[in-house]
């Protein structure tokens, strides 16, 4: 068993069917894809994300050997290596995912619109709803939590329209065991919310935006269309701020970890609003560019030199011209403040471990450390490994990491589950 549809998980679970063992994927969100699905490119080649990782999902999806078990979350585990009992709760779409062809109309006609968590809030879903157009499945949800049929028991508008007759208001919650010999886990990361450090102005000042806010309103399947607009008048920046370690690096906020992914993510960000816009001049505030990975260092001198990108060594706070709503950025140069206003002002916030992450680990019996992240006893010689034998972890759960590093964990832990299964069948 596979928990987690990220980039991870799908990794573990391609090279475990590949190799013709049976695997069950199980993921919380209506679709696979995990927060690789929410970028616009990927560093550093500035390739397109969802173009590298929408065959993955479709080939996981349609593997004949995994069963991907999405909207589904693992409630119980008990067992031993080579023998795990795991309990799990498949929620209801209220949709009979046999029948609907994700042709959307329901969604179309939905009267109830909610903010989208997608979308990181910045535009609107339905009550009825895919999660974004590279979804799999291609099966709409039911958010019983807005759906005004099922929360005040008026409207009905979706079961109207779909001629394919997929929905269904009684359908309930179902609970199941499955058997297994080994358990990848492979849950991710949250985001962190920097609104609770008032130096940074997020969620006071119109135009102070996350990282990932950024990531969906710069792609052309977001809530602008890939347009890059200020909150406050809608017009697009010529001027804009990205400032580097958000939350991390920060013993005061609880995250002393650098979350191994900001600095490239900035450099990568203002590298596409010089793309989107030929007027557009970028500065990223910055401690240190950690640059230390294949091709790093050549992709930020390149921002530098060909996009150019202006770094400065310092920290920065911000504050708002009240006047025009331009956020001010105050650093530091040779000891001394220096302020300058900008139209925008991009946060690369620190990555942290999911917010069940500890209830996960009390059920799985595994160990982490004082953030969060699940451990290794030895993570040099034995990579991947936990406490129990059996139960392996990949991806940023695993502590700090990008793309690549994660596939290759997913890939790593697979071949650890493989032997794991082959010693259960002798």
Not at 108 to 134: H, S
Not at 251 to 276: D, I, N, T
Not at 321 to 344: A, L, M
Request: aromatic letters at 8%; one cysteine or more; hydrophobic letters at 35%.
């Amino acid at each position: 068993m596979v928990i987690g549809g990220g980039i991870a998980g799908i990794q573990a679970s391609l090279d475990l069917a590949d190799k013709g063992i049976p695997v069950h994927l199980v993921e919380k969100s209506p679709s696979i894809g995990g927060r690789m699905a929410q970028l616009d490119k990927t560093f550093p080649t500035n390739d397109c994300s969802i173009c590298i990782l929408a065959p993955k999902m479709a080939d996981c999806f349609g593997h004949p050997n995994i069963n991907v078990m999405t909207y589904s979350e693992v409630k119980e585990v008990s067992g031993k290596a080579g023998d795990f009992t795991v309990k799990i709760l498949k929620k209801s779409r209220f949709v009979d995912e046999t029948k609907c062809t994700g042709c959307c109309e329901c969604i179309e006609k939905c009267p109830t619109k909610v903010p989208n968590e997608w979308e990181q809030n910045l535009g609107v879903r339905r009550a009825i709803y895919i999660p974004f157009m590279q979804a799999v499945p291609r099966v709409v949800t039911i958010d019983r939590d807005v759906c005004r049929k099922l929360t005040e028991d008026k409207c009905g508008v979706c079961a109207k329209v779909c001629k394919r007759e997929a929905i269904d208001y009684e359908m309930k919650d179902q609970e199941g065991e499955i058997n297994v010999s080994a358990i990848v886990v492979a849950t991710g990361y949250d985001l962190w919310d920097p609104s609770v450090a008032p130096e940074y102005g997020y969620g006071k000042y119109p135009n102070v935006f996350t990282a990932m806010e950024y990531e969906r309103m710069i792609n052309a399947a977001g809530p602008t269309g890939g347009h890059i607009k200020r909150r406050s008048d809608g017009e697009h920046p010529k001027k804009m701020a990205f400032i580097q370690c958000v939350g991390s690096r920060n013993p005061q906020m609880g995250h002393p970890y650098c979350c191994a992914v900001c600095c490239m993510f900035s450099v990568k960000e203002s590298m596409l609003a010089r793309e989107h816009y030929d007027d557009i001049e970028s500065t990223i505030f910055y401690k240190d560019l950690r640059t230390c990975s294949k091709n790093f260092y050549e992709y930020t001198e390149r921002a530098r030199n060909d996009y150019g990108v202006r770094t400065i060594n310092s920290d920065g706070t911000v504050k708002e011209n009240p006047e025009n709503k331009n956020p001010i950025v105050v650093y530091d140069v040779g000891g001394r403040p220096v302020e300058e206003e900008f139209d925008i002002v991009v946060l690369a916030s620190t990555l942290i471990p999911r917010k069940d992450a500890a209830d996960m680990a009390k059920m799985l019996g595994i160990k982490a450390d004082e953030w969060g992240f699940y451990t290794s006893p030895d993570r040099v010689m034995n990579p991947g490994e936990t406490n129990v034998s059996g139960i392996f972890v990949a991806g940023y759960c695993a502590g700090p990491a990008d793309i690549p590093e994660s596939v290759a964990q997913g890939s790593g832990v697979a071949a650890k589950a493989f032997e794991v299964l082959a010693g259960s069948e002798r």
